[in-house]
């Protein structure tokens, strides 16, 4: 038997809501311990669902569309005009390909050595006060630029970090100061790099990624755009410079729990558990959406066609039924809890090859096994109040103090 869900207030829009309780938003608009929330958002009647069950649905389910899902005022400063992550059916299932192959096992091992590197240098010369956000995301921003072979133009290098920290942070925000900087660091580093997309084109020499992208087809063989293949460059290179808000929450982390960072200092604690458990913990992505492009259901529930579907990421990374005291920091819980596809969705959840799920979650993760131990191994004294769950993504900054030797 299947049942319609009413919305109690069907003209009542929530979308100012989101804005104002972050991280909060879908569990306060939950009943009780339901996993189906009906509300609307965006001028869309919507569906709010969490939990692994409901993972598995969102990503398995083909009636459930990308392309219309993400309002244009957050997609296009973040995803770019054209994006991989608005595409669906054979287009989606050939970009993600050319993804999945440039992000291969060699890729991640070679750009994590290269920044293990950098970041040991950069810590080593901590002293005094240093922001570890701000010089995560300058290490982040060279080892990917330099990986994507994308030259570096006037802006310079911390010009270049500020554009690519400025297009996440303004993901939460659809007006104001911090929604027009996306939007002009959008412009500036779309532009920078279709002009070298389309120099590659025009025969001159490039290398890295930069060659990569400029062969980027279609599924109808065609080469595609110049700036759909910037669009895609930007989103291997911007991704690797937002892992600074994780370096950031895994240092507050380090410093709640000072048995827990000497473990990881001195090689007891699994590296990769403690950036599982960062990832699962430091508010990023609060909802991921989708859109039934005919009618479809969930268990009983009927989901009409045009519904906005909307996964409830934080709630699922701290649902009571997969993770044991979900509330609490424990890298050590996954010797006992079991990491699935759909339970522990920071970067979504399903299939990394054929799905939406992020191509680069093992680069987060590497990055993290090795960024992590340096930072508990250094003296860095983080002196900083807690991360508000109402800031979508969080302030980017993360002050530390440096006193004494390493």
């Known amino acids: 038997m299947t049942k319609n869900i009413a919305l109690e207030h069907p003209w009542l829009d929530r979308a100012p809501l989101l804005l104002l309780d972050g991280y909060r938003f879908a569990e306060r608009r939950r009943r009780g311990a339901d996993d189906v929330t009906p509300t609307r958002v965006a001028g869309s009647r919507a569906l709010i669902v969490r939990g692994a069950e409901a993972a598995a649905w969102f990503y398995g389910d083909d009636a459930l569309r990308r392309r219309d899902a993400v309002p244009g005022v957050v997609a296009e400063p973040l995803f770019g005009p054209g994006a991989v992550h608005t595409l669906d059916g054979e287009r989606h299932a050939v970009r993600k390909h050319w993804f999945v192959d440039v992000l291969d096992a060699e890729a991640v091992r070679t750009s994590t050595a ?35 072979g994308l030259a570096v133009d006037a802006r310079g290098w911390e010009s270049l970090r500020r554009d690519l920290v400025a297009m996440v942070d303004g993901f939460g925000a659809v007006a104001g100061p911090r929604h027009r900087r996306a939007r002009g660091a959008r412009a500036r580093t779309q532009g920078w790099v279709v002009a070298q997309v389309r120099a590659a084109r025009d025969g001159a020499e490039a ?34 410079v937002a892992v600074a808000w994780l370096v950031a929450g895994g240092a507050r982390a380090l410093d709640e729990h000072p048995a827990l960072r000497s473990a990881t200092a001195d090689g007891t ?15 990023f992505v609060p909802l991921l959406a989708a859109r039934a492009g005919r009618d479809t259901q969930w268990g009983d529930v009927t989901v009409p066609a045009g519904t906005l579907v909307v996964l409830d990421v934080w709630g699922t990374d701290h649902d009571p039924r997969s993770w044991a005291r979900p509330d609490v920091f424990d890298p050590l819980r996954y010797a006992r809890e079991r990491v699935t596809s759909v339970n522990l969705v920071p970067q979504g959840g399903g299939s990394r090859e054929h799905g939406h799920r992020c191509p680069g979650e093992d680069l987060t993760i590497a990055y993290l096994s090795v960024m992590l131990p340096e930072l508990a191994r250094s003296a860095a004294v983080v002196h900083e109040s807690p991360v508000s769950l109402r800031r979508m993504p969080p302030r980017p900054r993360c002050r530390a103090l440096v006193e004494g030797p390493r």
């Not at 604690?269 to 990832?279: H, K, N, T």
């Open 114 to 148: 290269r920044l293990g590197t950098a970041w040991r240098e950069e810590v080593s010369g901590w002293d005094g006060e240093v922001d570890v956000f701000e010089r995560a995301s300058a290490v982040l921003t060279r080892v990917a630029v330099e990986r994507a």
């Open 207 to 240: 290398t890295g990624l930069v060659r990569a992208v400029a062969d980027l087809c279609d599924d109808d063989g065609r080469p595609v755009a110049d700036v759909v293949a910037a669009t895609e460059l930007l989103n291997l290179v911007r991704p690797q």
């Open 269 to 283: 604690l699994s590296p990769i558990d403690l950036a599982q458990e960062v990832r699962r913990t430091t508010p």
